[in-house]
């Protein structure tokens, strides 16, 4: 379930590797990095079950479509194989639907042509549930892959009203993916609980620690940077 997030812009490429073996470690689905870093990511990840993955659009998702469209492409010739791509905020605010469905599909066409999937970030702290709806409604018209609930940059992360609310309201071939303050093991099983099938995470050696401890299975020892904005 978890996305081993190494988002933080303070990491260095050595606190980036330092990731990278950890969630290999512990074989996580993917590990989301800051994208100038997503090459060698993928590099890393070869011969292995975990997913290099990357942001679109990150954090803010103010850029134009032509940008995303383009960071998309990169992305995915750099061996991206899931785009987490941010909502355009203001245009979600202003209610312009059309403009916030062409966005969404534009990447959407970009990584399904190249058979990648995409993560729809809403960043829910500043919608209203109307508007979290009307966007679970939209990825499921342009077929994405996930809805999201935070970058980990905003005012608020995940809460189970709005996991509940993702579930109820996006369509039943859209997973759900929580973001921002899943930071122990029962958090993440009782979100896992809610229907959620993938969870951003900075403490993820915590949390396969303590799930390794109640299994009864050794500790894996690994030194990584868990600051990663998640």
Request: charged share 25%.
């Amino acid at each position: 379930m978890i996305d081993h997030s190494l988002l933080n812009p303070t990491l260095n490429v050595s606190d980036l590797e330092a990731g990278v073996e950890l969630a290999k470690a512990f074989d996580v689905a993917s590990v989301c990095i800051l994208p100038y870093h997503l090459k060698r990511c993928a590099e890393m990840l070869k011969g292995t079950d975990v997913r290099a993955s990357t942001t679109i659009g990150f954090p803010h998702g103010g850029h134009t479509t032509e940008i995303k469209r383009a960071e998309a492409e990169r992305a995915i010739a750099d061996g991206c194989e899931e785009l987490d791509m941010v909502v355009n905020i203001s245009q979600v605010l202003s209610g312009d639907w059309d403009y916030v469905k062409q966005d969404l599909a534009a990447v959407v066409e970009v990584a399904h042509a190249a058979g990648q999937k995409v993560k729809v970030i809403f960043e829910n702290c500043y919608l209203n549930d109307e508007q979290k709806i009307r966007l679970c409604e939209i990825c499921t018209e342009v077929n994405a892959d996930w809805v999201k609930t935070s970058t980990g940059y905003g005012t608020g992360g995940a809460t189970h009203e709005d996991l509940k609310l993702m579930r109820k309201h996006a369509g039943d071939q859209v997973q759900v993916k929580a973001a921002g303050g899943v930071r122990d093991l029962d958090a993440l099983l009782a979100v896992k609980a809610l229907g959620v099938t993938r969870c951003g995470a900075s403490r993820t050696s915590e949390m396969m620690g303590e799930a390794r401890k109640r299994l009864g299975l050794p500790a894996i020892e690994i030194t990584a940077s868990n600051d990663s904005g998640y």
